[in-house]
C-alpha cells in the first residue's frame, strides 16, 4: 500500500461571485458548485487517479453529506476503511471564488475534529509506505489533533505534514510532537513564517533542524522552494489561465509524493508537483483539474 492520508473530510461548497466582500460590503453570486474536499483528501484522491494504492483516515456525520463523501472517495479508488461514521453533521467548507481565482473559506468542522486514537487502527495504517497529515480546525476539540500526534509516533514509514493555516498559527511548540516524527514538510511561504517568525528560508532551516528531511514550500504563481540542507532548489510554476486556486496546493502535494514514493530526485518531485497544480487550477473546485493518467 502506498499512501494514507489523516485530515478533515468537507463538503466543498463553491460560490462564484463577482468579488469577496470585506465587511459592510455584498457581492452576487454567479453559480454555485458542491464537491467533495478536504485538504488531505484532495490530494489522497490525486495520488489514487495517479495510480497509487491509498487509503484515508477520517470521520463523516451520520447524514447526506457523509454518504456523499464516502461514495466519492470509494468512487476514486481510496480504501475507506478508516473513514468514520458518527452521530453528528459532516465537515462543510464555504468556499467563495472571485473571477481572478482569488477566494475566501469558510468552514464549519462538523465531527471532524472528533477522532480518537482508540478509533484507528494502528496495524491497518503501517501497511501504507507514507502517512499524509494536514489540518483539523480544532474549534470543537482536540481530538483529532491529539490523534495525530499519537499516530506519528507508532507509524515507521515516511511521514508527509501539510500544516496550513489552522496549524501553523498554533505555533511550533505545539506542532513540535508532528514535525520531529516528520520526513517531508510542506507549508507555503506564508505559514512557514507566520510558524516560525522568519523568512520562509530561514525557517526551512528551523525545520531542518528539528530532524525533518524535506522541506517543500509552497510559492503560488512563483512555483516552489526546496531544500534537505544540502541542496537549495527553486522551481518556477507553469504559466497557464487561473479559473479556480481552491486545492491548488494539495495537487501540488498529490504530485510532489508521487514523484518522491516513485525514488525520483527533488527536482523532479518539484515539476511534478508544480505540474499537477497547473491542471488543478484551470478547473473550478479541488479536484476537477486533477490527473486521471500517470505522469512522468
Same mark, same amino acid.
Given at each position: ?43 489522497? *484522491?490525486?495520488?489514487? !487517479? =495517479?495510480?497509487?494504492? #491509498?487509503?484515508? /483516515?477520517? $470521520?463523516? %456525520? ?62 491497518? *495504517?503501517?501497511?501504507? !509506505? =507514507?502517512?499524509?497529515? #494536514?489540518?483539523? /480546525?480544532? $474549534?470543537? %476539540?482536540e481530538e483529532s489533533f491529539k490523534s495525530q500526534k499519537k499516530l506519528v509516533k507508532v507509524f515507521d514509514g515516511i511521514v508527509s505534514f501539510d500544516p496550513g493555516a ?50 517543500? /514550500? ?79
Amino acid at each position: 500500500m502506498d499512501a494514507i492520508g489523516f485530515g478533515a473530510l468537507n463538503v466543498d461548497k463553491i460560490y462564484l461571485v463577482n468579488k469577496i466582500p470585506n465587511a459592510e460590503e455584498e457581492a452576487y453570486v454567479k453559480d454555485i458548485q458542491i464537491f467533495a474536499g478536504g485538504s488531505a483528501s484532495n490530494t489522497i *484522491v490525486g495520488l489514487s !487517479r =495517479l495510480g497509487m494504492k #491509498t487509503g484515508y /483516515i477520517g $470521520k463523516v %456525520g451520520n447524514d447526506a453529506d457523509g454518504d456523499f463523501l464516502l461514495n466519492d472517495l470509494r468512487s476514486e479508488g481510496v480504501d475507506t476503511y478508516q473513514v468514520i461514521k458518527a452521530d453528528g453533521r459532516s465537515g462543510n467548507a464555504l468556499i467563495f471564488v472571485d473571477e481572478y481565482g482569488n477566494r475566501a473559506i469558510l468552514v464549519d468542522p462538523g465531527v471532524n475534529d472528533t477522532i480518537r486514537f482508540d478509533e484507528i487502527d494502528s496495524d491497518y *495504517v503501517s501497511k501504507f !509506505r =507514507l502517512l499524509h497529515l #494536514t489540518s483539523f /480546525i480544532c $474549534k470543537l %476539540g482536540e481530538e483529532s489533533f491529539k490523534s495525530q500526534k499519537k499516530l506519528v509516533k507508532v507509524f515507521d514509514g515516511i511521514v508527509s505534514f501539510d500544516p496550513g493555516a489552522v496549524y501553523a498559527e498554533r505555533g511550533l511548540d505545539d506542532l513540535k510532537d508532528i514535525i520531529e516524527e516528520t520526513t517531508i514538510f510542506m507549508p507555503n511561504a506564508i505559514e512557514m513564517e507566520i510558524l516560525t517568525g522568519l523568512s520562509y528560508k530561514e525557517g526551512a532551516n528551523e525545520i531542518l533542524n528539528m530532524g525533518v528531511e524535506v522541506v517543500v /514550500i509552497k510559492l503560488g504563481e512563483r512555483g516552489c522552494y526546496i531544500t534537505d540542507g544540502k541542496t537549495e532548489i527553486e522551481i518556477p510554476a507553469l504559466k497557464v489561465k487561473v479559473v479556480d486556486t481552491t486545492g491548488a496546493g494539495d495537487a501540488f502535494n498529490a504530485g510532489f509524493l508521487y514523484g518522491y514514493l516513485k525514488g525520483r530526485d527533488l527536482e523532479e518531485c518539484g515539476k511534478l508537483g508544480n505540474y499537477v497544480a497547473s491542471l488543478c487550477i484551470q478547473k473550478v473546485g479541488a479536484r476537477e483539474g486533477l490527473p486521471r493518467h500517470k505522469i512522468s
